[in-house]
């Protein structure tokens, strides 16, 4: 009876512990540490919006622990995709200590990783050129995201990072280094499961006039074969 009693404690103590406290376990080489972050931003998405599973963390490589989390919030504000929700939460985390974010911002963004489930879109592979993270990790690229049935701008976030250059010519160095297809599987599966509802009968006409054959028969769709 008391043992149980005192298991029962030490759950509590185990499940109420804060996600970031887990983080802190998130070791090994690059990759490991890569691949470990994302799984918590994946969780982290899954929990807040199942059903726009965009999930994001900062985390200060330098120190190895997360800085902030961010989830999509498109029930609150459409424009809080999962990035967007995390650069803000952190700047509000980390204010400016001279009320001056752009000389003076709260947290040095240069040890900033952006761990993200999805490929960031233009506006928030922007606001991570405008923040100055300097590596942004996600799993699921843009094109797969739109695969999966939600469309997408598809415009690559190495696109924006190209078009970085001040004045148009010179290029700016301060740019984050790009990492694609951490978690790809886990972070693919997640979009794809939680985008069904978007694969009506346009979407397997619009998949099928682009050539999109492949995709459709190993995702178990090529059944649904429209009369073109
Ligand atoms: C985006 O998704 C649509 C289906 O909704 C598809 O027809 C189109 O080929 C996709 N585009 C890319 C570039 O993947
Ligand atoms: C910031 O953003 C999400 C919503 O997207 C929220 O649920 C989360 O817990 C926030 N806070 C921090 C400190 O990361």
């Known amino acids: 009876m008391l043992l149980k009693f005192l298991s029962s404690i030490i759950l509590v103590a185990v499940t109420a512990l804060p996600l970031s406290a887990m983080a802190t376990e998130c070791g090994g080489d690059q990759h490991t540490r890569d691949e470990c972050y994302m799984k918590i931003a994946l969780d982290f998405a899954k929990i807040h919006n199942p059903r726009f599973p965009f999930g994001a963390l900062i985390v200060d490589h330098e120190q190895n622990e997360i800085s902030c989390y961010g989830a999509n919030s498109n029930k609150k ?12 939460n952190c700047t509000e985390m980390y204010p400016s200590p001279t009320n001056d974010d752009m000389f003076n911002p709260g947290l040095d963004w240069s040890k900033q990783t952006l761990y993200t489930t999805g490929e960031p879109c233009p506006m928030c592979a922007s606001q991570s050129i405008y923040r100055g993270v300097s590596r942004v990790v996600w799993g699921t690229s843009i094109p797969d995201i739109n695969r999966s049935g939600r469309q997408q701008l598809i415009i690559r976030m190495q696109e924006v990072v190209d078009s970085a250059r001040l004045g148009g010519y010179q290029i700016d160095h301060r740019v984050p280094e790009l990492v694609g297809g951490v978690l790809k599987k ?43």
């Open 186 to 228: 886990e972070c693919d599966d997640a979009f794809f499961n939680a985008f069904s509802v978007f694969r009506d009968d346009d979407y397997l006409k619009s998949m099928h006039a682009h050539g999109e054959e492949d995709y459709l028969e190993e995702h178990g769709l090529a059944g649904h074969r429209q009369e073109l």
């Open 77 to 88: 504000n459409k424009l809080l995709h999962g990035e967007t929700a995390a650069f803000w």
